[in-house]
Structures are given as structure tokens and as C-alpha cells.
């Protein structure tokens, strides 16, 4: 066989890109084909990721691989199939507010070299293929030199070729990971475990790989891959128990690792800037996926000291990415102590927001190493220190930031600087809205964000503008939420005087507002004042508030989100002490929410029905029922709106019910057709196929609606259809917390009568309910279990202090079909609850002992009295 010339193996090669482009079109466009043969081209992009790269620790080339199928591994059945149709499209930490997650950005259009020179022949197709001007263009024969400038320029085309070979792999890789689920995806689990099998992984690549664009691709398709990655990556575990085989955790924990161990290695030789950017987004997206209170201690001050020496680099996109980086550790919805150490949480603070507590040996190990991740950065923070002093004299009176905390100080440092380019800005806002999930780092500098965000409302850009709208949300929530803690009077007026200073700024914000998205925003931010705070403003400040919300909610000529937005705000205030009672103020807010209700857009109409709630449970607050009551035309319009509303969307649905439980309970009787469609109509929304938050709040209504006495004063067939649809949830809904809320609309009902017929029919679907708690469809109803068992038994409790004697016959005769399981449960509960909430199960023997001494009670029912007073008897 003749060995094939350089021309040969150049036509080879780009017959290989092609071939391998052609691939890439054909999985592109056709999904089934992509999935079908997912394993046949995995295995040919893997074969040539690293065709004719040179090997980290020589000079030799790799040499090409035979293409191989690839069999996915079972694993990826623990991949939780409910994840697949959104994991890809958000993420939320579990702290009470949303932080989104940003896609990774691909890489720019690679641009083709300019086709200027003229060839006849073949060597003209070769030049179309090669895309390059070099190639064919004429040299004079002769020259000693001339041959090894062809030499040379034979070499650079040769390496241009295979870089096509490994570029146009890792696009077929791309398209083919993207078409697969996710379900799927997973079992191609393409992170290194380390080794030598590790070598034809994405990172190694980044790693390794000679040329600048293959480097940053691979990275980006591993961004890409681990996006989403969460619920998988969840199953990772360092704990190792005692064991003959290593378990999948186990495995995935130490693939974790080592994907954290090659990005730090790439941070650490890395020097072209799109491969540290593309570098840095990785690791971002891998830190969001990342279970740290399951993995060994120690990586994270392997990469944070590199991430914080990028976060001053010169290029915007490397500081950017690196600033996404912390962004993301900081919104870690659960911190160890070693990530409380890098953010810079202070150290009374740790304990409250570490999920898991480390021992005194480890603590004092992690110290040590800060002290040593903070020697290494002392340079950076000489730096640092001569910037601060470069502060205005304004800065000079501000609160000093701690040393550790050096991600919140290089943040303000940022905003402070009006060179900032905007996505840095935006960047550092978003750092802020991670950091007000751990209000600690922030509660000292209330004056400086305050200051630093009133001047993001008048930054030119608008999306600093918005994300300044944004990061103002979630501080305030936090703030709010501040108040249900105890707090000093010096920490209140902080918090008094940061609204006073961002209220002006707000309203000029709102004035100068070029879109809907930043007026929402503001809105939104605007409804996280806090109860405790509005009570404090000065009372021009706070009329100006109202009339602002007021005026914006009944513009017609603003945008119909915008008027909503205002609107969820005033539903806020209605709930508030001291407007909760002003029946003015209630009343112009709900009409206000009328005027949205039957809005053409769905997002319009969620905000509407969760402000028609707010104002519903106002108006049946202890305080308006002791005062005048909302005018009986305006009360006959909310109903119908919301009855209308339960015919809408789940989202609709899920507060329309919930108002509408609200204001049948304010329904006088006279108007017991009304009265009777909101029954039928909560009814329907509890028996139909719908979320299941919807049939909690709908149960929920029920309960407000039985305390109307009108209800049961109309024709007994509303009662039979009411207690046939409990009894029927109570013991055969799927969902725990349904039944729970269904029970509760039991412990509403006061009167005996008000049961009519269906006493009986009633305690015995307790009695099944009882019996059915343990049966146990799927494990995540084990959390609830004990919650309707104790809902249960206190409805039993309940039932039994309003028996009439003509009862307790069919009360036995159940009571003795569940004996054993109604007994346990009776005790186990008794014993289990606390005291306040047990008292109606140890009192409840006590009164039917007492019963049994009243001389209206024949043989079988005094029997009867017997049995149920002993079986329930919690005294010796």
C-alpha cells in the first residue's frame, strides 16, 4: 500500500469536515433521525475531537480513531422526568425569590477568509474547500528559500484542516446533545471522572487542545450540556459507606470534582480571553448545578482566589463571567460554611443560612485556608485599599466593608464608577439581587445602595435601568421579611430613611420609563415597602405613595401589565393595618381590579384574580365585620367576576376561588341563587381535573363559605351535594394536602343541624379516611401524612362534641369497622401534637362520660356511648 501523499491526505481531511458538516445539517434538521441514531454519531464526533491535536506532554499527534457506538448508561433513569421540560428553562433557589438563570451565549460567527487568488483545474475546487488565499498562490522557482516557505505554509494549512476536522466534530457533538431529552442526554454523561479515559472529554479539550476556537467551542458545548443539569447532578455524593462496589453518587460526586479540578486547571495557564470567558460561564452553570453540602470539602477556595483575580481583568466579558461565577454560589439555595467563608457572610450569620454544620476541626481547617486564599490575594487588595481612598468625601462616612467580604466591595466599587461599561453594571446588580437572599451582607450599607441605585435609574442604558428595578425588588422583600425579626431602632430608621431616599427616584424612574417591562418593575418593588415601613412614613409621603399606585392602576392609556402591576401593589397595601380598615380605600381597589378582571391577556387576568383575593380577605378581616359593610352592588359585581374567573385558567382559577370563598361568606341570604352558583362553582373546581392548588384553595373557600348561615338555610339538596363532594375527597383524592383542606371545611361547620342528614355518611368517610392516610401512593405524601391524620382526628373531635343520640349508633358501628387503625392513630396523635392544638382529643372521653349519665339514651345507644368513650379514652 503506497503511502498517500500530503495533497492526499489534505483532500482526506476535508473530505472528513465535510462529511462531518453534512452530518450536522442532516441531525439538525431531523430530530427522529438525530435520536434514532444518537449512538452512531456520538461515537463519530467523538472519534475526531482531537484529530491531529498535539498531546499535552509531547509533540507527537494523536493519531485518528476508529469511529465507535455509544452506549448510554442506565443511569440516566434517576434523571427526574418532570425536569424535562423545564429544567432547561429556569431555576430557582429555595430562599423565597427567583433567580434566573442566563442561557449560555454561543460563539461568534467564525469569518472566512477572502477568495481573491485564480486557479484552473482541480486545485480551484480544492481552493473552494480550503477557504483560504494562501493556498495555490504562485512562487518563482529557484530560490533556496522558497521551498522551505512552502514547507511552512503546507504545515499552517495542514493544522488549518484539522482544526476544521475537530471544529466541525464538536458542532455535530452540539447538535446531536441537543436534540436528545434530557432523560436521555444523561446517560451520555460526558463530564470526566479523571484518568486516562478522560482524554476525549469536553474539558480535557478546553484543557489541552492547541487551537484558541476548539478550546472555547468545547467549553461552550460543556456550558451547554451541564445547563439544566441540576436534578441529575443532585445524586452526587461524597459519603462512602462500607460497600463492595462504589455506588452511582459516589461515581458522579468524583465526576463532579474532577470537571471543577480541569476548569480551575484552565483558569490557572488559560490567556486568550474567549476561552476564559467561555471558561468562566462553564464553571458558572456548574456551580448552579451543584449539590456542595454533598461533596467534600475544599474545591471551592481551589477556584474562588482565581475567579476573584479575573473578576479585575481588563477584558469586560472575562470580568463579567467571572462576576456570573460568584453570582451563582451566592444564590446556592443551600450554603456550607465554606461558601459563607468566600462570599464573605459574617460570621455570626453563618450558622443561620449553612445548611450543614461542619465541627470545630473542619471550621478551624477552612479558616486557616481563608487566611491563606487572603495572603495570596494581598496584592489585589493593596490595590484595592489605594482605589478606596481615591472615594469621594461622601464615601468616606459609609460603613467600612470587612475584608473578606471582597465581592460585595469590588461590586460597589463598579457601580461607583461611571466608566463601568453596562453589562458589568447589569452583572453587578445581579450579584446584588443574589447577596439580598443573605441579608447580613447587606443590612450595614443601606445608604450606599440606596445612593448607587438611584443612580442606576438615571443611567442611560435601559437595562441597567431594569435590572436597578429588579435588584430594588429583592432587597425590599428581604426587608420586609426583616420585620417579623426583632431589629434595633437604628436598624429601622435605616430602613425607613433607604425608602425615603428611593421613592423620589422611583417616581422619576417610572416618569422617564421608556418600556413596560422597568414601570412593572418598579411597581412590583413598590409592593415590597413592608407594613412596618409604610406605617412609618411621613403621612405626605405616604398619600403620595397611594395616589402614585392609584393614578397608575386607573390610567387607560397606559400599558394593561403596567395597570396590573400598580394593581398587585394596592392589593399589598389592602392588607395592611391601617388601610385593612378604610372601606373607601378597599372598595376603589376593587373596582379597580374589576375593570382588569375580564382582560383579554392571561398575565393581566393572574394579577387581577390574586388582587381580588387580597381584597376579599380584607373585607372579611374581624375589622370590617364589625364595621360598615361594601355595598351590596359592588358585592354582586365581585362575585360574578369571580365565579367568571373559575372558569378561567388554572392561574385565574387558583385565586378566583379563593375570593370568591371570600365574599359568598359576606352574601346575604336573600340571594340564595347567587349564593347557590358560587357553591356549584367551587364544587366544580374541586372535582375537576385542574392543578392542585386550585382544589387546596377551592377547599379552602368552601371552608369560609359554610360559615354563612344562609347556605344551609336553602334547599337540602345543596347541603347533600356539598358533604357528598367532601366525603368523597376526604378519603379518595390522591393529593394529601387536598384532603387536608378538605377535612378543615368540617371543623368550620358549628352547628349539628347544619349536617342535616349526612352526620353518618360523614363520620364514616373519616373512619375510611383514616384508614386510607396510610396507604401511601407516592412517597412525597409522606411529609403530609401526619398533617391529615391530625386534621382527621380533630374533625372526629369536632363531630363528636355536636352527636345527637340518634347518631351514636352509626358512629359505633363504624368506629368498631376501623377499630385498630382509628385507635392508633387516635393516640398516636394525641401524644404527638402540641398541647394547644391536643386539647379537643384528651377532652373528648371526658364529655361523652358525661353524656352517659343524662337519661334520654336507650340500651343500644348508652352501648354505643360506652364504646366510643373508651376507644377514644387517652387517660388511664
Keep these: 500500500m503506497q503511502t498517500p501523499t500530503a495533497l492526499e491526505e489534505e483532500q482526506l481531511t476535508l473530505l472528513l469536515t465535510h462529511t462531518l458538516q453534512l452530518l450536522q445539517q442532516i441531525a439538525a434538521h431531523h430530530e427522529e433521525l438525530a435520536l434514532e441514531q444518537a449512538p452512531e454519531l456520538l461515537g463519530l464526533a467523538l472519534a475526531n475531537l482531537r484529530f491531529g491535536a498535539g498531546v499535552e506532554v509531547g509533540t507527537a499527534t494523536i493519531k485518528p480513531q476508529l469511529p465507535h457506538r455509544v452506549q448510554p448508561a442506565q443511569q440516566s ?9 423545564n429544567a432547561s428553562t429556569q431555576n430557582t433557589a429555595t430562599t423565597g425569590r427567583r433567580v434566573k438563570s442566563r442561557k449560555m451565549r454561543s460563539l461568534a460567527k467564525h469569518r472566512a477568509n477572502n477568495n481573491n487568488s485564480s486557479n484552473t483545474g482541480g486545485d480551484r475546487l480544492l481552493q473552494l474547500l480550503l477557504h483560504n488565499s494562501d493556498y495555490g498562490s504562485k512562487t518563482p522557482s529557484g530560490d533556496s528559500d522558497c521551498s522551505a516557505t512552502a514547507q511552512l505554509v503546507g504545515q499552517k494549512q495542514q493544522r488549518q484542516c484539522q482544526v476544521k476536522v475537530r471544529m ?50 468545547a467549553l461552550q458545548l460543556a456550558a451547554q450540556l451541564l445547563y439544566g443539569s441540576r436534578t441529575y447532578l443532585g445524586q452526587a455524593s461524597s459519603a462512602v459507606a462500607p460497600s463492595n462496589y462504589t455506588p452511582f453518587s459516589v461515581s458522579l460526586a468524583s465526576s463532579v470534582l474532577e470537571a471543577y479540578r480541569l476548569l480551575t486547571a484552565i483558569l490557572v495557564r488559560e490567556y486568550a480571553t474567549p476561552v476564559l470567558t467561555q471558561c468562566l460561564r462553564c464553571l458558572a452553570v456548574l456551580v448552579q448545578a451543584t449539590p456542595f453540602e454533598q461533596l ?19 477584558d469586560t466579558n472575562v470580568k463579567v463571567s467571572a462576576l456570573l461565577v460568584m453570582e451563582m454560589l451566592v444564590a446556592t439555595p443551600r450554603l456550607t460554611q465554606e461558601i459563607a467563608c468566600a462570599i464573605g457572610l459574617p460570621l455570626n450569620e453563618r450558622g443561620r443560612s449553612v445548611a450543614k454544620v461542619r465541627n470545630a476541626v473542619q471550621q478551624q481547617a477552612m479558616e486557616q485556608q481563608e487566611e491563606e486564599v487572603e495572603v495570596e490575594a494581598d496584592e489585589q487588595q493593596e490595590q484595592e485599599e489605594q482605589e478606596a481612598h481615591q472615594d469621594t468625601e461622601q464615601s468616606a462616612c459609609w460603613p467600612r466593608i470587612p475584608r473578606n467580604s471582597w465581592l460585595l466591595r469590588l461590586v460597589l466599587r463598579y457601580l461607583d464608577c461611571p466608566s463601568s461599561p453596562a453589562p458589568l453594571r447589569i452583572e453587578c446588580l445581579q450579584v446584588l439581587l443574589a447577596m439580598a437572599t443573605h441579608f447580613a451582607l447587606l443590612r450595614e450599607h443601606l445608604t450606599r445602595l440606596a445612593t448607587l441605585l438611584s443612580a442606576a435609574f438615571e443611567d442611560a442604558s435601559l437595562d441597567v435601568r431594569l435590572y436597578a428595578a429588579r435588584c430594588l425588588d429583592a432587597l425590599g422583600y428581604q426587608l420586609a421579611r426583616q420585620e417579623l425579626q426583632p431589629a434595633t431602632q437604628q436598624q429601622q430608621q435605616q430602613q425607613l430613611n433607604f425608602w425615603l431616599r428611593m421613592l423620589p427616584s422611583i417616581y422619576a424612574a417610572y416618569t422617564g420609563a421608556a418600556t413596560a417591562t422597568l414601570k412593572c418593575a418598579l411597581c412590583d418593588a413598590l409592593a415590597n415597602i413592608g407594613a412596618s415601613n409604610f406605617e412609618r412614613l411621613p403621612q405626605p409621603q405616604r398619600n403620595g405613595l397611594l395616589a402614585f399606585l392609584c393614578g397608575c392602576s386607573s390610567d387607560d392609556a397606559a400599558e394593561r401589565l403596567v395597570r396590573a402591576a400598580a394593581l398587585r401593589a394596592l392589593a399589598v397595601y389592602v392588607m395592611l393595618p391601617t388601610l385593612r380598615g378604610d372601606l373607601v380605600f378597599v372598595e376603589h381597589a376593587a373596582e379597580l381590579a374589576l375593570r382588569l378582571s375580564a382582560d383579554q391577556q392571561l398575565a393581566v387576568r393572574i394579577k387581577a384574580a390574586w388582587a381580588l383575593g387580597n381584597i376579599s380577605d380584607a373585607l372579611v378581616a374581624p375589622s370590617q365585620q364589625q364595621e360598615e359593610r361594601i355595598s351590596q352592588s359592588l358585592l354582586t359585581q365581585l362575585i360574578e367576576a369571580a365565579i367568571a374567573g373559575c372558569c378561567d385558567h388554572d392561574k385565574v382559577r387558583a385565586n378566583a376561588v379563593r375570593s370568591l370563598g371570600n ?55 345543596s347541603a347533600s351535594t356539598l358533604f357528598t363532594a367532601l366525603s368523597q375527597l376526604i378519603v379518595q383524592h390522591a393529593n394529601f394536602k387536598v384532603r387536608i383542606n378538605a377535612t378543615a371545611v368540617l371543623l368550620q361547620i358549628e352547628q349539628r343541624a347544619d349536617f342535616g342528614t349526612h352526620f353518618a355518611a360523614v363520620w364514616r368517610s373519616l373512619m375510611a379516611a383514616v384508614e386510607r392516610s396510610n396507604a401511601l401512593d407516592t412517597f412525597e405524601e409522606y411529609n403530609h401524612r401526619d398533617g391529615l391524620q391530625q386534621q382527621l382526628c380533630l374533625a372526629m373531635a369536632h363531630l363528636l362534641e355536636r352527636v345527637r343520640p340518634d347518631d351514636l349508633c352509626a358512629c359505633g358501628s363504624a368506629l368498631e369497622a376501623h377499630l385498630d387503625v382509628v385507635s392508633s392513630t387516635w393516640r398516636r396523635v394525641a401524644y404527638r401534637i402540641v398541647p394547644e392544638q391536643a386539647t379537643p382529643l384528651f377532652t373528648c372521653s371526658l364529655l361523652l362520660q358525661q353524656r352517659l349519665s343524662g337519661g334520654t339514651l336507650n340500651s343500644e345507644q348508652r352501648n354505643a356511648l360506652t364504646f366510643l368513650a373508651s376507644t377514644l379514652r387517652l387517660e388511664s
Design 77 to 85: 433513569a434517576a434523571y427526574d422526568q418532570e425536569e424535562e421540560g
Design 168 to 217: 466541525a466534530a464538536l458542532q455535530l457533538l452540539g447538535v446531536v446533545t441537543k436534540q436528545l431529552p434530557r432523560r436521555q442526554l444523561y446517560g451520555y454523561w460526558t463530564v470526566p471522572a479523571g484518568g486516562c479515559e478522560a482524554k476525549d472529554q469536553l474539558l480535557f479539550i478546553g484543557l489541552s487542545d492547541t487551537n484558541v476556537r476548539c478550546r472555547a467551542l
Design 296 to 314: 467534600e470539602m475544599g474545591f471551592v477556595y481551589e477556584f474562588v482566589p482565581l475567579v476573584k483575580k479575573l473578576a479585575g481583568h481588563a
Design 663 to 717: 365574599l359568598l361568606r359576606l352574601l346575604p341570604g336573600e340571594q340564595q341563587a347567587l349564593l347557590q352558583r358560587g357553591m356549584s362553582k367551587l364544587l366544580d373546581c374541586v372535582r375537576a381535573a385542574g392543578s392542585a392548588k386550585v382544589k387546596w384553595n377551592a377547599c379552602y373557600a368552601i371552608g369560609n363559605l359554610v360559615r354563612n348561615r344562609a347556605l344551609f338555610a336553602a334547599s337540602a339538596g
